[in-house]
């Protein structure tokens, strides 16, 4: 791989030890992919920073690339084990708060910002279309090559971390406009109605695909929270980090396709999807929803959905600190609090240790939540529609 002078002057250790080992991690993971240089990045978005999921290895890692760092770009971070601003004592206990508590400081003096969300494109770090941004996370990912049109690889912690510290990522995979080509036109014999069906087709396509670009063309244009669910439930069910979106994904930032294989999507497939999340009403006793984490206008229908109820069973909805604020001034947090809903910032309930509650069985309206529910925490899972939710589970 072809490096500057000033690349290699870091490769070779002369801006000290973090910014070789960044440097290091960089371009082993370009000389594998055949990138041909590094390319600079206008962003970065950290993943794997809960405690719960990278445990006292994870830490020392970020603890010795970011030393004596900075981050030379916009860097946003993702959720943590437990909300910060009010930490659940059923969640956290002395060792995680304190073990949590020090990657968020480390992080945050490296030049991270305060944003704990999957979500970094609805806090303000939405880079442009046609940028090259480091990300990880693979909701966001997907969201932002085939929503914004920006351009990233489906980063790991370390790379994303890496990146961040020199500012740069190797020229590869997505950056590359000729990879950023449908290989499957998805036709669909159905019209998705609610954010939930968004999502199991999203999650149905990843299921049947695993892997390339899906070209997909909606019967109307999707808004954001059914992008944001669509893109969740792809990239939850397989590699795919892109998917071309008719309509929406920006001209010019993918590569034309006319000779796509054409896969059919009906009813069927969707329930074949489903049927892995059908756990019975009558036993779930934890709703979660915001996953990926709740924009405000998913707050807002949550809250018209219920007026006038309260919640039968302990429902807990995820956003970002951000959205939380937009949400606390209109007054919408206090209305759905005293209904019984319990709005959290910077986690999740895949991103916290979930299984320290005594839960059993969860209903969720994202196929994403649903399918790390069950395979993290073991849980039984029911995907529903936030409308269902609201008439089941609140009376
Ligand atoms: Fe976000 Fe947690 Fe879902 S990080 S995408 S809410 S699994």
Same mark, same amino acid.
């Given at each position: 791989m072809y490096l500057t002078r000033e690349e290699e002057k870091i490769l070779a250790g002369e801006y000290g030890p973090e910014a070789e080992l960044a440097m290091k991690i960089l371009v082993s993971i370009g000389e594998v992919f055949n990138a041909e240089r590094l390319v600079p990045i206008a962003s970065a978005h950290l993943s794997g920073i809960s405690y719960d999921n990278i445990r006292d290895e994870g830490l020392q890692f970020i603890k010795m690339i970011t030393k004596n760092s900075h981050f030379k770009v916009n860097t946003t971070v993702n959720p943590v084990a437990f909300d910060m601003t009010s930490p659940d004592p059923r969640l956290c206990d002395q060792k995680m708060l304190e073990k949590q508590s020090e990657i968020v400081s480390i992080l945050l003096k490296a030049g991270a910002g305060e944003s704990f969300t999957?979500?970094?494109?609805?806090?303000g770090n939405s880079p442009a279309s046609g940028c090259h941004v480091a990300w990880g996370e693979s909701s966001a990912v997907t969201f932002l090559n085939s929503?914004?049109?920006?351009?990233s690889n489906r980063e790991g912690g370390p790379s994303a971390l890496a990146a961040a510290i020199i500012g740069k990522t190797? =020229?590869? %995979?997505?950056?590359?406009?000729?990879?950023?080509k449908a290989s499957v036109r998805i036709t669909l014999e159905i019209v998705p109605r609610e954010t939930s069906h968004y999502s199991l087709l999203g999650y149905t396509v990843g299921v049947l695909l695993r892997k390339g670009i899906p070209y997909v063309e909606f019967s109307?244009?999707?808004?954001?929270?059914? =992008? /944001?669910a669509f893109c969740a439930g792809l990239a939850a069910a397989s590699n795919i980090s892109m998917s071309i979106i008719k309509g929406v994904t920006p001209p010019g930032t993918y590569r034309e396709n006319p000779l796509m294989e054409r896969v059919h999507i009906e009813e069927n497939d969707l329930e074949n999807a489903l049927q892995k999340f059908s756990e019975s009403e009558r036993n779930i006793d934890f709703v979660f929803l915001g996953c990926p984490h709740y924009s405000l206008d998913e707050i807002m229908y949550l809250a018209e959905l219920t007026e006038g109820r309260k919640a039968l069973v302990e429902v807990m909805v995820s956003t970002s600190r951000y959205i939380y604020r937009k949400a606390? *001034? =209109? %007054?919408? #947090? &206090?209305? =759905?609090? /005293?209904? %019984?809903?319990?709005? #959290?910032? &910077?986690?999740?309930?895949?991103?916290?240790?979930? *299984?320290r509650m005594d839960i059993r069985s969860v209903a969720t309206d994202s196929a994403k939540a649903a399918h790390y529910l069950r395979l993290k925490h073991g849980m039984r899972v029911r995907l529903m529609s936030v409308r269902e939710i609201a008439t089941e589970f609140f009376r």
């Open positions: 999957c979500t970094p494109y609805l806090i929503v914004l049109g920006a351009k190797p =020229l590869y %995979g997505l950056h590359l406009i000729e990879e950023r109307k244009t999707p808004c954001l929270s059914e =992008l /944001k606390l *001034k =209109l %007054g919408i #947090i &206090d209305i =759905l609090e /005293k209904r %019984g809903v319990k709005i #959290i910032r &910077d986690t999740c309930a895949i991103v916290a240790p979930l *299984k």
